[in-house]
């Protein structure tokens, strides 16, 4: 803790300077909100409800940096003049600890109820649902260093809460953890602490063991000359996430949307793709910029565009709100074979189909799905699969299902899916 306080005792003097940033005049002001439910380590909540608020709001979770506050970052973000200018509602919780960071490093806080600092963020959670009618389905996070790490944690411990998350200046789920009762993790601050994409996805799931539903997406942002939380966490962000999503590391889309920053999109070109990274040449420990807030929120969609389709788990159970299914024919020879049926949400201009492979009575170990769409649809994004043409087949992780069990694959669209007939021939 005292490395912790010595590194961020100077960034929390220049984050106050990048944070500052004119309110817009406004009614509205922030309140504290006592006894809002289990909080097993004392955090503090406040929250900040706009004048202009959505009937059924979504919630926007702003976790602040080390030696910070919920007031702090309030004041010292743009995320409460957003939510004045779409109608959204932030909370803000503050951590009570020496030195005010998050948990992110002990057993309990990566674990779903374990306890500690997620448990007591998601009771503000549920409190904002209950007493402001908050939208259970619109839930987010946003984080700056020490609440960075809580983004990627809460997105790990509860990925059926959040529908996605923007961390700025982060590590890995995972990364910090520590099992001697220490809250800080050199090799991870370091940038040392280098895994394949696989181990950083499975830290992920083993956060809620049996979880079969969708994962958030995820946007990370990092400066390039930081020292205090280094620059190789970035990559590893991207590796761990684009593996939990199922995504290629191969990125979709790279631009400069400014000078000196480099933006690369994972398993879409889209605004809001299952994983974005942003990275700022030249920048250190001081994000999020001016500006930068707004691009989270675009990524979140919480600029009025309203909630967007999100892809699942490599298990995970699809939940269409109009799901339409359709069988499939076995293949690889009788009771040896798989089917495929198809689960779409179809929406006016594009659509989600959920396609499920489940095996016979034997195992297999890869398949290959022929599946064809209606002249006029085109597949902007997919997931846990690779595609040739009409052929889906199974990656790396997916190809092995025991008999009578199912994995399952997605892709999001734009026009119309029709009826589908997919078939199914396993290895």
């Known amino acids: 803790m005292r490395r912790l306080l010595a590194a961020l005792a100077g960034v929390a003097l220049a984050l106050v300077g990048v944070f500052v940033v004119a309110q817009p005049a406004q009614a509205a002001s922030l309140v504290e909100v006592t006894g809002f439910g289990n909080n097993p380590s004392g955090l503090r909540m406040h929250i900040f409800v706009p004048d202009n608020v959505q009937a059924k ?77 908050g939208d259970p389905s619109r839930v987010y996070v946003t984080g700056a260093s020490s609440g960075a790490m809580m983004t990627n944690v809460l997105l790990g411990d509860y990925p059926d809460v959040f529908k996605a998350g923007a961390a700025f200046m982060g590590v890995p789920f995972g990364c910090f953890a ?16 280098i895994y394949t994409p696989q181990q950083w996805g499975d830290m992920v799931r083993a956060a809620y063991p049996g979880y079969t539903g969708p994962r958030p997406r995820m946007q990370v942002w ?3 000359t930081d020292t205090t939380l280094s620059y190789p966490n970035f990559g590893e962000e991207i ?14 889309l790279t631009d400069t949307p400014r000078s000196g ?57 699809p939940r269409p709100s109009s799901p339409s299914a359709s069988p499939s024919s ?3 020879g009788t009771g040896s074979g798989c089917t495929a049926t198809t689960s779409v949400n179809q929406w006016q201009g594009g659509f989600v189909v959920t396609v499920r492979v489940t095996a016979g009575s034997a195992a297999i170990n890869g398949w290959s799905v022929g599946l064809a769409l209606p002249s006029g649809a085109a597949v902007t994004s997919s997931w846990n699969v690779t595609r040739s043409g009409n052929t889906w087949s199974n990656v ?5 299902v025991n008999a009578g069990q199912y994995t399952e694959f997605g892709f999001q669209g734009t026009g119309t899916a029709g009826t589908l007939n997919p078939t199914c021939t396993a290895s």
């Open 57 to 133: 709001p979504p919630i926007l979770v702003a976790v602040h940096y080390c030696t910070g506050s919920g007031p702090a970052f309030y004041s010292g973000s743009e995320f409460a003049s957003l939510a004045s200018q779409y109608g959204f509602i932030v909370v803000y919780p503050s951590a009570t600890r020496s030195g005010q960071c998050f948990d992110v490093s002990s057993p309990q806080a990566l674990t779903r109820g374990g306890g500690s600092d997620p448990v007591g963020i998601m009771s503000m959670v549920t409190y904002t649902e209950q007493h402001y009618n």
């Open 178 to 193: 520590t099992t001697d009762g220490s809250s800080w993790n050199s090799q991870c601050s370091g940038g040392q602490r």
């Open 222 to 224: 990092h400066g390039t």
């Open 239 to 252: 590796k761990q996430w684009t593996n939990v999503l199922g995504v290629s590391q191969t990125p979709a």
């Open 261 to 317: 920053w480099t933006r690369t999109r994972y398993g879409s070109a889209a605004v809001a793709p299952p994983v974005e990274g942003i990275s700022i040449s030249g920048v250190g420990h001081s994000l999020p910029l001016a500006g930068q807030a707004a691009m989270a929120i675009e990524f979140m969609g919480l600029n009025g565009q309203g909630p967007t389709p999100r892809p699942s788990s490599s298990s995970a159970s």
């Open 330 to 332: 076995p293949g690889g």
């Open 396 to 400: 790396s992780y997916n190809g092995k």
